[in-house]
C-alpha cells in the first residue's frame, strides 16, 4: 500500500524502500520506528494517510489488449485450500523502473486478506491461502501502470 505524509504530500510505497532512511521493502506504515522522520518534513510517520488507488479491471479474457495480458494476475492453480498466482499471461517483465511491486489476496468486501511484497529481482508469483473463502479477488501493483484486479473468483468446493 502507499501512503500520503499530510504535511507534505511525500508519498511511502511499502513494497519499495527508502535506502536514506534505512526503511526495507516491506516495512508497513505501522512497523516503522518513531525516530525515523519522514524524508519530506521531518514530521512522524503517524501522519501518513493511505492512498487510495484506482482499481483496474480487465475486460473478458479473449478481449486483453497487450498491457492487460502484462498485468492481470492469472491463477495458476486453484483449490479449495489455496491458489497460486503468477502476474501477466507470460510472466510480467522486471526492470529498474518497471516491474511489479506486490500481489493482493482480496476478500468479497474488498478488504486485504493478505499481500505479498516483491522484490525487485523476484518474479511475480505469490500464493494465498483461501479456505474461508467463498469469493476473492486478486489484484497486482506495478510501478508504472497501477493496481490491476481479476475481479470476483469463486472458491473453489
Known amino acids: 500500500m502507499r501512503f500520503l505524509c499530510v504535511n507534505c504530500s511525500y508519498i511511502y510505497d511499502e513494497a519499495l524502500w527508502d535506502i536514506a532512511e534505512g526503511i526495507e521493502a516491506g516495512t508497513s506504515v505501522d512497523q516503522i520506528q518513531e525516530d525515523i522522520l519522514c524524508p519530506g518534513c521531518e514530521g512522524s510517520f503517524d501522519e501518513f494517510a493511505p492512498i487510495e488507488d484506482e482499481v483496474l479491471y480487465a475486460e473478458s479474457p479473449e478481449n486483453h489488449n497487450d498491457t492487460e495480458r502484462e498485468h492481470i494476475p492469472y491463477v495458476l492453480y486453484q483449490d479449495h485450500e489455496k491458489v497460486e498466482v503468477s502476474v501477466g499471461e507470460e510472466i510480467h517483465p522486471i526492470s529498474d523502473d518497471h516491474r511489479i511491486t506486490g500481489i493482493y489476496l482480496i476478500d468479497e468486501h474488498g478488504h486485504i486478506v493478505e499481500e505479498v511484497f516483491i522484490m525487485?529481482?523476484?518474479?511475480?508469483?505469490?500464493?494465498?491461502?483461501?479456505?474461508?473463502?467463498d469469493t476473492f479477488e486478486l489484484r497486482a501493483s506495478c510501478s508504472k501502470h497501477g493496481l490491476w484486479s481479476t475481479g470476483l473468483i469463486q472458491a473453489k468446493d
Open 120 to 133: 525487485p529481482e523476484e518474479e511475480p508469483l505469490a500464493e494465498f491461502d483461501v479456505s474461508g473463502l
